[in-house]
Each structure stands twice: as structure tokens, then as C-alpha cells.
T-cell receptor, first 116, second 115 residues
């Protein structure tokens, strides 16, 4: 069975600093995808970044990058130059299967607070 | 604008009553999903559907039922058999993955409280 572990319940960071949110995963599948979602206090889940298990380069999307270390089964999210609007819950998730439904397994989340 | 609409945003239910949560999408996605989120927890999959008139149980389907009569709609019924229904419910949709890079889009959620 797939499992996602996020070991940081809460993180506090000064504005403009970089922050790394940890995510480790467990799966016996060779093909899988890893996602990060942001959940602001309003509740919706906002997709941030995706990394495929066969992607050789780390994914980047603007200020977000994913530090993918396959041998360690880790997929940490790095946010550069943090902003007050980055304060939210962040969830790491994974899926298997190349085709079909996107059944996601989520971690417990990390609450990120950006201080001015 | 394309997106997913969940209604209502807040819902109160008396014990022993069934209640239906609405989810509509105009993204032309084939797949739709229902997740449950408890305080301080991640999301858990209740049901999902890949095609009209077909759906499969997720990890925590007991006490819930769904239907998929139209591609755009995937309502969730929380039945009286669900022992602890107070939670935040999120609906999502996605393309059927032809590769791995097809993210799911989420609605704004319905917060259900049993009183």
C-alpha cells in the first residue's frame, strides 16, 4: 500500500526566506506521481507542482521546486522567497497507475506560517 | 470560468438523517472523486467515478453512497449509517491519466456538522 509521511506539523518562517517542507513516501510501484497541494483557510486545494517517478530533473513551477530523491523516497517542496500569502496547509500526495482515475493518497499536511 | 462547484458550503444534519452534497464540474473531465478531511488530517478517498453510471469505492466508503447520472455531476449522500459524518468534504475531478501529469482540480468543499 502507498503511504505519505509529512513529519512537520507546523513551520514558522520569516517573510522572504526560503522554506523546505518534507515529504517521504512508500510504494512498491515503479511508476508513480508525486504532487503538492496548498490549502488556504478557505478550504480549496490548489495544485502546486508535480513530479513523475521517471522524471530525471526536479520539477519547478515559479517559486516552487520539488527536491526529488528517489533512492531516499523523498519529495520535499521548496518555496523560495516566501510571501505572507504562502501561509496555508501544504499536502504531499501520490498516485500510481499511468492510466485511469487519479486516486490520490495524502499525507497529514504541514501548516506553514509566514511571519512579517 | 471552468471549475468545480460544491454546494452548500455549510450543512447541518440531525442524527439519523441522510444528506446529499452536490458537486458539479464544467471542465469536461471524465473522472470525479469525493474526499473526506478531518481536522488536522489529510484527505481520504470515499468514492470515485471514471465514467457515467459507474463508480468505485475508495478507502472509506462505508456509510456513503454516490451516483453518476451525468458527466458533470457526482453527488454524495451521507447516510445515517455513517457513524461519524462531521467533516470537511471535498469533490475533485480530473482527466483520465494518459500519463502521470494530470492533476486533480478541487472544489471549495462542504463542511458538514451533525447536531
Amino acid at each position: 500500500a502507498q503511504k505519505i509521511t509529512q513529519t512537520q506539523p507546523g513551520m514558522f518562517v520569516q517573510e522572504k526566506e526560503a522554506v523546505t517542507l518534507d515529504c517521504t513516501y512508500d510504494t512498491s510501484d515503479q511508476s508513480y506521481g508525486l504532487f503538492w497541494y496548498k490549502q488556504p483557510s478557505s478550504g480549496e486545494m490548489i495544485f502546486l507542482i508535480y513530479q513523475g517517478s521517471y522524471d530525471e530533473q526536479n520539477a519547478t513551477e515559479g517559486r516552487y521546486s520539488l527536491n526529488f530523491q528517489k533512492a531516499r523516497k523523498s519529495a520535499n517542496l521548496v518555496i523560495s522567497a516566501s510571501q505572507l500569502g504562502d501561509s496555508a496547509m501544504y499536502f504531499c500526495a501520490m498516485r500510481d497507475h499511468f492510466q485511469g482515475a487519479q486516486k490520490l493518497v495524502f499525507g497529514q499536511g504541514t501548516r506553514l506560517t509566514i511571519n512579517p | 470560468d471552468g471549475g468545480i462547484t460544491q454546494s452548500p458550503k455549510y450543512l447541518f444534519r440531525k442524527e439519523g438523517q441522510n444528506v446529499t452534497l452536490s458537486c458539479e464540474q464544467n471542465l469536461n473531465h471524465d473522472a470525479m472523486y469525493w474526499y473526506r478531511q478531518d481536522p488536522g488530517q489529510g484527505l481520504r478517498l470515499i468514492y470515485y467515478s471514471q465514467i457515467v453510471n459507474d463508480f468505485q469505492k475508495g478507502d472509506i466508503a462505508e456509510g456513503y453512497s454516490v451516483s453518476r447520472e451525468k458527466k458533470e455531476s457526482f453527488p454524495l449522500t451521507v447516510t445515517s449509517a455513517q457513524k461519524n459524518p462531521t467533516a470537511f468534504y471535498l469533490c475533485a475531478s480530473s482527466k483520465l491519466g494518459q500519463g502521470m501529469n494530470t492533476e486533480a482540480f478541487f472544489g471549495q468543499g462542504t463542511r458538514l456538522t451533525v447536531v
